[in-house]
């Protein structure tokens, strides 16, 4: 059974700061695995998927990056901005079944 | 572009009492799927279907009902409901050729059971 794991739980940085929040999970052989964010008492964005294939994504200041081999993912996000606090969430896609990290809660304080 | 719709957005239930939930999306995508979000649990399966007429289970099914008759429509029924069923439900949808397939969350469903 594939487990998700993310690490910190939560993380808090001054305005400006880069960061890197970190996922990793026990199955290697996936499909994709994709990065969403979520605001409280909404549901989830896609911010980046990377197919199991690629080495990396990025998107504006989001970098994505994943190494099958080692189990690991990593979201990178450049110039951290108040507007970036929310709860991230990585998840591993095998199949039919997607599982879930139980996500980073970021504050972004100005 | 609507993505992903799902009503209502607050329910509250009586032990017992049965209701389904609506989820939607205009994305003509193959692929749609129920999850719960509980804290400390992350989001969970619940049923999942990869076209119209085929549904199945995903990790916590009991409980919970699903049927596909359109490639829009994805409703999930809770049978009997229970107070361990309170929980915020999510819709989602994507593609499914291929390996790539970006999934899209509709905004959530707030479920209390008393």
């Known amino acids: 059974k594939q487990e998700v794991t993310q690490i910190p739980a939560a993380l808090s940085v001054p305005e400006g700061e880069n960061l890197v929040l970190n996922c990793s999970f026990t199955?290697?052989?996936?499909?994709?695995l994709q990065w969403f964010r979520q605001d409280p008492g909404k549901g989830l964005t896609s911010l980046l998927l990377i197919q199991s294939s690629q080495r990396e994504q990025t998107s504006g200041r989001l970098n994505a990056s994943l190494d099958k081999s080692s189990g690991r993912s990593t979201l990178y996000i450049a110039a951290s901005q108040p507007g970036d606090s929310a709860t991230y969430l990585c998840a591993a896609r095998a199949n039919n079944d997607m599982r879930f990290g139980a996500g980073t809660r970021l504050t972004v304080k100005p | 572009n609507a993505g992903v719709t799902q009503t209502p957005k607050f329910q509250v239930l009586k032990t017992g009492q049965s209701m389904t939930l609506q989820c939607a999306q205009d994305m003509n995508h193959e692929y749609m799927s129920w999850y719960r979000q509980d804290p400390g649990m992350g989001l969970r399966l619940i049923h999942y279907?990869?076209?119209?007429?085929?549904?199945d289970q995903g990790e916590v099914p009991n409980g919970y009902n699903v049927s596909r008759s359109t490639t829009e429509d994805f409703p999930l029924r809770l049978l009997s409901a229970a107070p361990s069923q309170t929980s915020v439900y999510f819709c989602a949808s994507r593609r499914t050729s291929g390996t790539y397939g970006e999934l899209f969350f509709g905004e959530g469903s707030r479920l209390t059971v008393l």
């Open positions: 279907s990869v076209g119209a007429g085929i549904t």
């Open positions: 199955d290697s052989a996936i499909y994709n």
